[in-house]
């Protein structure tokens, strides 16, 4: 797609903009959002479809697949969640399928989409295309057309990373003070690593960076590695036809990336969980 | 890329899709996979009884198979006995038999025997008698010599 009338930077930060709506912070990035509900409801619908019908007998083989699943994540949940809790299981399914989902559409090559919604925008609301693109080529209106800014890969968006990330952080606010009484979480807070009156502040900043490194290397670290892959695939769309066998192995590599970030960003969820959860 | 409500939007999600999962998801397969779990279990464990239950039973079908064997030959070896005996016997009724009739059969042969013999004397005799009445018929009386004939009749 390296036209000659689109600049190779151009490209690269037309891949990596999303469409907005909104001001400021009130801005919502309608591509990352979007598709992350889309994959999220997916998921559940299917889940829950297969749940509805899981017969106790001889199992189909998809409901096997979910089976398989939903017993890795208990597996994984019950190696190293040691307190009885109800909502763990489903957090860590959630977190893991979701995520999957999300890195799974990295797998879409890069221009496909955002192609097709440019195509579709200047279907639907040709409007709605820039003035300064009147008179280019077809194929450069699909891209100029703001549709096109959608993406369709949510994890490279820092925003979704960092909203899962402080959605786990809640929780651990949540699982902290459920399970050891908002005394016992702020004396935990107050009172370690040094357990001495005079050394309350200084534990206080220590536990307080502790607590707030845990949310934010979670999202910061699923967000570097999608975001570094998706630049990667950006990369090599730009060489030619030289893409062709960069991209596959390129691919291949990253399915190994998608299903371990998932993973890990599961198990560090339940890992923080259940510090927060046990008594030291 | 900056941060902004996008990040609120994806932890609201995230809260509503945990809370699905919790309510809709969780549940009922980690039921499913428990009561099937607890199937095999049970089943597993039937089998190591039926197992357990059909070694025992080889074990008694083997006892009384002996049992049968034993028992069998017993029986063979009994009726075979019996089987001696009961030839024996009835070899010896039939001698005792074959003896009686044959001693019976000489007896009356013995009979037999002797009354032809009689018979024959008697005839013989009368023959006599009669080629000496006629021989004699020409000389003398019959009444006057009977008593010489009688004797004569008498040592033949």
Redesign the interface.
């Known amino acids: 797609m390296a036209d000659s009338n689109i600049s190779v930077q151009g490209y690269i930060s037309h891949h ?3 469409l ?1 709506v ?1 001001e ?6 309608l591509g ?2 979007g598709w ?2 889309i994959l ?1 409801t997916l ?2 619908i299917t ?2 479809v ?3 019908r ?4 001889v ?1 189909g083989k998809f ?1 096997c697949l ?2 398989m699943i ?2 890795f994540v ?1 597996g994984c949940v019950k190696e190293t969640f040691h307190v009885k809790d ?2 763990i ?3 860590a ?2 977190i893991f399928m ?1 995520i999957f989902l999300m890195n799974l559409m990295k797998l879409v090559p890069v221009d496909w989409f955002p192609a097709a919604a440019g195509m579709v925008g200047l279907a639907l609301n040709s409007s709605a295309l820039p003035e300064y693109a009147a008179d280019y080529s077809f194929l450069e209106r699909v891209m100029a057309h703001p549709w096109s800014y959608l993406t369709i890969a949510p994890t490279t ?4 990373t ?3 990330s ?2 786990v952080f ?1 929780l651990i606010l949540g699982y902290s003070i459920y399970y050891k009484g908002l005394g016992g979480f702020s004396k935990e807070l107050a009172f370690t690593p040094f357990n001495h009156w005079l050394f309350v502040p200084f534990n206080l900043v220590l536990e307080l960076v502790t607590l707030l490194s845990k949310p934010v290397s979670l999202g910061l670290r699923l967000f570097g590695n999608l975001y570094a892959g998706e630049v990667i695939f950006i990369l090599i769309a730009l060489v030619g036809l030289a893409q062709l066998p960069l991209h596959f192995a390129w691919a291949v590599f990253h399915i190994l990336v998608i299903v371990l970030q998932a993973f890990i960003f599961m198990m560090l969820s339940i890992v923080y969980l259940s510090m927060a959860a046990e008594k030291h | 890329m900056d941060i902004n409500a996008t990040l609120i939007g994806q932890s609201i999600a995230m809260a509503v899709f945990v809370w699905f999962t919790l309510k809709f998801v969780w549940p009922p397969i980690n039921a499913a996979i428990e009561e099937r779990q607890k199937k095999i279990a049970d089943g597993l464990a039937h089998t190591d009884r039926a197992e357990k239950d059909l070694q025992i039973a080889q074990d008694k079908a083997k006892e009384i198979l002996r049992e049968a064997k034993d028992q069998g030959a017993a029986i063979i070896k009994q009726a075979q006995k019996r089987e001696g005996k009961l030839i024996e016997e009835a070899t010896i009724k039939a001698n005792e038999e074959r003896d009686h009739i044959l001693a019976q059969a000489r007896a009356e042969v013995e009979a037999e025997k002797s009354r032809l013999r009689e018979d024959l004397r008697k005839q013989v005799a009368a023959l006599a008698v009669a080629g000496a009445e006629r021989i004699l018929q020409r000389e003398i009386d019959d009444a006057a010599h009977s008593d010489i004939l009688e004797k004569l009749v008498q040592e033949l």
Do not use: H
Request: glycine share 16%; hydrophobic share 50%.
């Open positions: 990596l903009t999303d907005t909104g400021g912070f009130w801005a919502v990035n990352a959002l992350s509900l999220g998921f559940i889940f829950a297969v749940g509805r899981a017969t106790t007998g199992p409901q979910i089976e939903i017993e208990n109800k909502l299981g489903p957090i399914l959630t979701w968006d820092v925003n979704i960092m909203g899962m402080l959605g809640i």
